[in-house]
């Protein structure tokens, strides 16, 4: 049995542990409270670049492009919004946003401490923090994003910060702000909205922009508008009877690539360049001019190649007229399509242009063709032979700088061995012989060694020719425009026509050494 003496001579550890426990509270507090205001303290420009283009350069610097030229971001102040779209916007993020005089910790909070699985609607001073920071995906960069948001609201009329974010906030149609998301979705500014298409703007601010753009969603809207008795209930009645259809006007279809320099078939390239920017980075930095390229194409042997095309074109009654040419390492020098072509259309038959290589099966395994190419793999596949059975990547794109010219990227020749040495030497003496039987241009290279096979299509309104040099490798097809009535092409293309042609712009394009 214990003493009872000594149970009460016993020391009380609980005080001491919830005192051991209050006071890492508060220094956990306090450190919390530290870091928000030194956080809070990083400069955050709230000013977005506007109508500034990616541009396209080729190998030499010459500008080739600008994407976007259209209008993606414009700057309005609230002043020149119309009054019903400021109601709207409010009604549906925040009605009391502009009468706050203190900051709402709660949604901060939240934002910390569940950075990617919230269901709260973030404030409109975070929705305009994350459209120039992103979205906050760790716990750290929550409470980062909290400590600018708290600077910012300390520091900034609110006013000011809601006239920011609807300068600047996603809105579809790859525009950025009320402004330019006006003038795409309803072809009018942002002054001249009306009731529906007020509602329909503020649906897709939610969720940061893509929210909901649909009837229902313009509608749900419209009833907050109205249970904030900011409009009347005709007017609700009324707005709702309108298909959302009627309010929109189709999407533009007009391409994103404004050309700086005169035309030289160069349109499909820019294309697939711009296809590649969106698919790696993603369409805000290339709407919003924050990226510049340098390519692979040489601007010269594009012009080259465009003036011997299009003579020949006239003098042949050629329709169309596709032409890739590769450089030692699979760059892209040339991706020439005449009007309406399509640089990277699978238009040849691989059957056909394998025949002569049926006896090396490693070869037509390698190549992996489908059962239609485009000029660009015909290149492809001869610049495997040419550079003895090891392929490279093939590159549209140099480097991709930030805005400032910092590297963010840059291209590498990435290679693969396909081919032994023997069956490449082997398929290339083939390719020889081929050039040698007099097929329209051998004599016309003088010194330059070319290997190289043609081919046309039984109904003799499609020629092809892939081939290499030391420094070239060339994909080239061509059609002619069937006459209708009789069946018949206008022109016959022969065997060795596309292979005269490639002749003419290989001549042309070793001229210079």
Do not use: C
């Not at 402004?179 to 329909?200: F, M, N, P, T, V």
């Not at 329709?319 to 040849?348: C, F, N, P, W």
């Amino acid at each position: 049995m214990s003493d009872p003496a000594l149970l009460e001579n016993k020391p009380n550890k609980a005080p001491t542990l919830w005192l051991v426990l209050y006071l890492l509270l508060v220094l956990a507090v306090l450190g919390v409270g530290i870091s928000v205001r030194t956080m809070g303290d990083a400069p955050l420009s709230l000013a977005a670049t506007f109508d500034k283009d990616t541009v396209i350069y080729d190998r030499f610097g010459i500008q080739l492009a600008g994407l976007h030229p259209e209008i993606n971001m414009f700057p309005v102040t609230l002043e020149e919004m119309s009054p019903i779209l400021l109601d709207a916007v409010l009604a549906t993020l925040d009605p009391q946003y502009l009468n706050q005089g203190e900051v709402e910790p709660w949604p901060l909070f939240t934002a910390v401490l569940w950075p990617t699985g919230s269901s709260r609607q973030p404030t409109i001073t975070q929705r305009l923090v994350r459209s120039i920071n992103g979205r906050a995906t760790t716990r750290l960069a929550a409470l980062r994003e909290a400590a600018v948001v708290i600077h910012l609201e300390q520091t900034e009329p609110r006013e000011a910060l809601l006239e920011q974010f609807l300068s600047q906030v996603p809105l579809g149609r790859s525009t950025y702000g009320v402004e330019a998301a006006s003038r795409s979705w309803y072809g009018k500014s942002a002054s001249d909205l009306e009731i529906g298409q007020a509602a329909h703007l503020a649906g897709l601010m939610l969720e940061g922009g893509g929210g909901d753009s649909s009837e229902r969603g313009r509608n749900q809207i419209l009833a907050l508008l109205y249970e904030a008795g900011l409009i009347t209930q005709e007017e609700l009645v009324f707005q709702r009877t309108i298909p959302l259809k009627n309010l929109l006007i189709p999407v533009s279809e007009e391409t994103p690539v404004n050309s700086l320099v005169p035309d030289a078939g160069l349109l499909p390239y820019l294309e697939r360049i711009y296809s590649q920017l969106v698919e790696q980075y993603g369409s805000a930095p290339v709407v919003k001019g924050q990226i510049e390229v340098d390519s692979t194409l040489d601007l010269g042997a594009q012009e080259i190649v465009a003036t011997i095309v299009e003579k020949a074109a006239g003098a042949r009654g050629l329709s169309e007229v596709v032409v890739v040419l590769l450089d030692d390492r699979s760059q892209v020098r040339v991706m020439y399509a005449t009007d309406g072509s399509v640089a990277e259309e699978a238009r040849i038959d691989s059957e056909e242009v394998l025949k002569p290589f049926w006896r090396w099966e490693s070869f037509e395994n390698s190549l992996n063709w489908s059962d239609q190419i485009t000029a660009l793999e015909l290149a492809q596949g001869h610049a495997l032979v040419a550079r003895g059975g090891r392929r490279y990547e093939t590159q549209t794109v140099l480097e991709i700088r930030n805005a400032d010219g910092t590297r963010i990227d840059r291209g590498n020749d990435q290679t693969e061995v396909l081919l032994d040495a023997q069956t490449a030497s082997q398929i290339s003496e083939l390719l020889t012989e081929v050039v040698a039987r007099d097929l329209g241009f051998g004599a016309q290279l003088d010194d330059v060694a070319v290997i190289g096979s043609p081919g046309v299509n039984a109904d003799r309104d499609l020629a092809w020719f892939g081939g290499s040099t030391a420094r070239f490798s060339i994909g080239l097809w061509m059609s002619v425009t069937s006459d209708s009535d009789a069946g018949n092409a206008q022109f016959d293309l022969d065997e060795t026509a596309a292979a005269r042609l490639a002749g003419e712009v290989l001549q042309e394009l070793h001229r210079d050494g």
